[in-house]
C-alpha cells in the first residue's frame, strides 16, 4: 500500500489519475467523476449565483454512489474491507 499525502484537491485529482487511473487499476470514468464532483463543489463554494438543477443534483448523488462503489472493489482487492 502506498502512503501518498496531498495539499490540495487539485493535487487529489492528479494523483488519482496518475497512481489509479494511468496504471489501469480503477475505470478511467471516475476520473471523469471525480472532475465533475469537485468542479461543482468549487462553484458551490465560490460561485454566488450557483444553483445547480435536481437532475446535476441527481447526477452527482448516482455519480457519487458508484465511485464509492469502484473504490470500495478496488480496496476490496488490495485486501483492505470497510
Request: aromatic share 8%; net charge negative; proline share 1%.
Amino acid at each position: 500500500m502506498e502512503s501518498i499525502n496531498v495539499e490540495s484537491h487539485r493535487a487529489v485529482r492528479r494523483l488519482f489519475g496518475q497512481h489509479l487511473i494511468q496504471k489501469g487499476k480503477i475505470d478511467v470514468k471516475y476520473s471523469i467523476i471525480l472532475a465533475e464532483e469537485q468542479d461543482d463543489r468549487y462553484l458551490a463554494d465560490y460561485d454566488v449565483i450557483f444553483s445547480p438543477e435536481k437532475e446535476r443534483c441527481q447526477k452527482r448523488v448516482e455519480d457519487a454512489e458508484s465511485f464509492l462503489g469502484a473504490i470500495k472493489e478496488h480496496l476490496k482487492r488490495q485486501g483492505i474491507t470497510l
